[in-house]
């Protein structure tokens, strides 16, 4: 047992492309992640060059940080960029995702990459469109204002010249303002169209090589000796019977063991014949879940945000309407359909890792940190991976895989089983929320109080209107790992706040869209609460014992989204969500068609949250840490779904990304009370099994 104590850069990288134009943009932009745990902000560096190369060719490169995960980014983002440049879009190459090729980037997450990214690399290629003009003018000794930039190319309407020949022998390096004037979105030609997704055909024929399928030469595989539980501590391990294995070389720092083989198969072989004894000790699990995160603060963390205008207890002792109701949430695993990945690379000191993850710069981070290596000397590359809805912020499998790699003396690859990743990676946190308000006897909302125990503050102010409010967050001390999942917390208080909404619609007996209209002002969410309606036949749909219709909507991150949803009861109690019409509106549509294939597998995974999905776990154990034991979505679960794309030209176009979640647990939780008269307050809605902790819901999926 052994105890752990060809290569290009970015200079390199311009180097090879030598001729062309190399433009730079200096921006203060600043954003940070909003989750369960925090990663803190950080600065947009000022000193960023390079995103955007022009060849001799005319064919253009543009760097980015963010990463494709299936969002469909890539094409988005090229959209954009070949719509300032005036350029045929299928002349851009997007380099995403690689710390030694792309300027700093905190991740992609927060639906930020079309608000943020977007304008940026719109900025660029118009400032690129604007000096390729002046060098033109230049060579043919006239005046800018006369050319005119298209197809790649610069023409006075007599001649004209590729930007490949203007950029031929030259690299001109400028910063340029972050002030451009950028082309509105009624004059779009190539973005606002449903272009189709870039490299679309290597996906579904399976050409593609995400990181599991990377593969180096001399390469072993890696498996480790995960703990008997959370929070365990090893007491003894008899490694011989690995040990004897041919091939098999057994890893250890402290409690990190781990081994490396030829084959994977072998290394989890060996991995299973190490016998190992840990300590475990008594921990919280679903049993009391939500009196103990209601009643054990996280102490690193402080509660907030807040908002309170008025006097809450004032407007409830007047009111005439009151209702003070709990809402739980479970918490979820993300699930990805590709588990966590990495191959390790040493060479010369150097380390490279191949891995699926948001955040490649975090990734450095965490591994310049660990091997105390400068960022020079650490490189991430993030190939299209295969989802990861906010589960993949974090760098353990590149970690472990650099680990080993670096034990071993040669390139490793670690795969992550579904029970690993189903225990050991983070998940979305469990919650309590408790709601309280009063209305007048006409329908009016006059009180509103919403605290949130421990999912997060996403999305926890009401977009409704309401003169006295008290909301509050406050953080617990989660039992399980938990973070960053697909639309944060904003499913949890959606779903609370238009439960209680739609409970309240009914306590003063009104139209539940009656009801949110009445006390709704936000043009762009009444908007969405009206299309949605009309499309699905609102005014007409009358609920009986067998069939209900809910309705529900939601604001978050600059995005406006309604649900009208169609569920069956049959006679065994068993719920079938049957339609669900949704409306949306995020500004200017960038690609129409991704948006509607956004909320379409938005729709189908917020299924799997509303309906079945929860984690069961006890003593420090997931028990529940398989596909076989772990309800997910399936294609007979899927109902008929119904899109309405709201396309605000005259708007900025916000992140689509999250928003889609949120509405969807909401309308079909209103409809079975439509159906039933039966308010469930917990998610999952139809859990299946009986969660201790939780009021038993009277169906079943």
């Known amino acids: 047992m052994s105890t752990i104590s060809a290569r290009i850069d970015r200079r390199g990288f311009l180097k090879g492309l030598s001729a062309g134009l190399l433009v730079a943009l200096c921006a203060d932009a600043t954003w940070t992640q909003e989750s369960g745990r925090g990663f803190g902000g950080h600065e947009l560096p000022n000193d960023i060059s390079a995103w955007i190369h022009i060849a001799a060719d005319g064919r253009v490169t543009v760097f980015t940080g963010k990463v494709e995960v299936g969002q469909n980014i890539r094409t988005s983002l090229a959209q954009l960029v070949a719509e300032e440049l005036r350029l045929p879009f299928d002349r851009i190459t997007m380099i995403m995702g690689d710390t030694d090729l792309v300027p700093w980037d905190m991740g992609t997450f927060g639906s930020r990459s079309t608000p943020t990214m977007g304008p940026q690399l719109r900025t660029m290629a118009a400032a690129t469109r604007q000096m390729l003009l002046e060098q033109a003018a230049s060579v043919w000794k006239i005046d800018a204002a006369s050319l005119t930039a298209t197809d790649g190319k610069i023409s006075d309407g007599k001649r004209s010249i590729g930007y490949g020949e203007l950029t031929r022998g030259k690299k001109l390096v400028k910063v340029v303002s972050a002030q451009e004037a950028l082309t509105p979105a009624t004059d779009w030609k190539i973005a606002g169209t449903p272009v189709?997704?870039?490299?679309?055909?290597?996906?579904?024929?399976?050409?593609?090589?995400?990181?599991?399928?990377?593969?180096?030469?001399g390469v072993l595989h890696g498996a480790l000796l995960r703990p008997g539980g959370f929070n365990a501590t090893l007491v003894s391990m008899d490694s011989s019977a690995a040990e004897a294995m041919p091939g098999v070389k057994v890893l250890r720092d402290g409690d990190f063991i781990g081994v490396v083989a030829a084959d994977d198969f072998a290394a989890k072989r060996a991995v299973a014949s190490i016998h190992a004894k840990w300590n475990v000790p008594s921990q919280q699990g679903n049993e009391g879940l939500f009196e103990y995160l209601k009643n054990t603060p996280d102490p690193e963390e402080r509660s907030g945000p807040g908002h309170k205008t008025g006097s809450v207890e004032q407007a409830m002792s007047a009111a005439e309407v009151k209702l003070d109701d709990p809402y739980t949430v479970q918490y979820i695993a993300h699930a990805p359909l590709e588990p966590r990945a990495a191959v390790a690379e040493w060479e010369n000191g150097k380390l490279t890792v191949w891995t699926g993850t948001q955040r490649p710069f975090g990734v450095q981070e965490e591994l310049m940190q660990y091997f105390k290596l400068p960022a020079e000397q650490v490189r991430v590359i993030q190939p299209d991976m295969g989802s990861g809805y906010g589960g993949k912020h974090s760098g353990e499998a590149a970690l472990e895989a650099a680990r080993l790699a670096k034990a071993a003396g040669k390139p490793v690859k670690l795969v992550w089983t579904r029970e690993e990743e189903f225990t050991w990676a983070y998940l979305r946190p469990a919650g309590l929320i408790e709601i309280r308000a009063g209305a007048r006897r006409d329908g009016t909302l006059v009180a509103w109080e919403h605290h949130n125990y421990n999912s997060?503050?996403?999305?926890?102010?009401?977009?409704?209107?309401?003169?006295?409010?008290?909301?509050?967050?406050?953080?617990?001390?989660?039992?399980?790992?938990?973070?960053?999942?697909?639309?944060?917390?904003?499913?949890?208080?959606?779903?609370?706040?238009?439960?209680?909404?739609?409970?309240?619609?009914?306590?003063?007996?009104?139209?539940?869209?009656?009801?949110?209209?009445?006390?709704?002002?936000?043009?762009?969410?009444?908007?969405?609460?009206?299309?949605?309606?009309?499309?699905?036949?609102?005014?007409?749909?009358?609920?009986?014992?067998?069939?209900?219709?809910?309705?529900?909507?939601?604001?978050?991150?600059?995005?406006?989204?309604?649900?009208?949803?169609?569920?069956?009861?049959?006679?065994?109690?068993?719920?079938?969500?049957?339609?669900?019409?949704?409306?949306?509106?995020?500004?200017?549509?960038?690609?129409?068609?991704?948006?509607?294939?956004?909320?379409?597998?938005?729709?189908?995974?917020?299924?799997?949250?509303?309906?079945?999905?929860?984690?069961?776990?006890?003593?420090?154990?997931?028990?529940?840490?398989?596909?076989?034991?772990?309800?997910?979505?399936?294609?007979?679960?899927?109902?008929?779904?119904?899109?309405?794309?709201?396309?605000?030209?005259?708007?900025?176009?916000?992140?689509?990304?999250?928003?889609?979640?949120?509405?969807?647990?909401?309308?079909?939780?209103?409809?079975?009370?439509?159906?039933?008269?039966?308010?469930?307050?917990?998610?999952?809605?139809?859990?299946?099994?009986?969660?201790?902790?939780?009021?038993?819901?009277?169906?079943?999926?």
Not at 196 to 216: E, L, Y
């Open 456 to 701: 997060g503050p996403s999305a926890i102010e009401t977009p409704y209107e309401v003169p006295n409010q008290l909301i509050q967050y406050h953080p617990a001390k989660s039992p399980l790992r938990q973070g960053s999942y697909r639309a944060l917390a904003a499913t949890a208080n959606n779903f609370a706040r238009e439960s209680h909404m739609d409970a309240m619609a009914h306590a003063v007996g009104m139209d539940s869209l009656e009801f949110r209209l009445k006390n709704l002002k936000n043009e762009r969410l009444r908007a969405v609460l009206q299309a949605a309606a009309e499309k699905f036949g609102w005014k007409d749909a009358k609920s009986t014992a067998e069939r209900g219709f809910g309705i529900a909507c939601g604001t978050d991150k600059g995005g406006y989204i309604s649900s009208c949803a169609e569920v069956e009861i049959d006679s065994s109690k068993t719920i079938h969500v049957r339609r669900v019409v949704t409306a949306w509106e995020s500004g200017a549509a960038v690609n129409p068609d991704g948006l509607r294939n956004q909320q379409m597998g938005a729709i189908v995974q917020a299924l799997g949250g509303a309906l079945f999905e929860h984690i069961v776990f006890g003593d420090g154990k997931i028990r529940n840490p398989l596909f076989s034991q772990y309800r997910l979505p399936r294609f007979s679960d899927t109902p008929k779904i119904d899109i309405v794309l709201l396309d605000r030209k005259d708007l900025p176009s916000a992140g689509a990304g999250e928003i889609g979640l949120i509405a969807l647990a909401p309308s079909v939780g209103n409809a079975i009370f439509a159906a039933t008269g039966i308010r469930v307050r917990n998610m999952p809605l139809a859990p299946g099994v009986k969660v201790p902790g939780i009021a038993e819901s009277p169906f079943r999926s």
């Open 196 to 217: 189709r997704k870039v490299g679309g055909r290597d996906f579904v024929t399976g050409k593609h090589k995400f990181p599991s399928d990377i593969s180096r030469p």
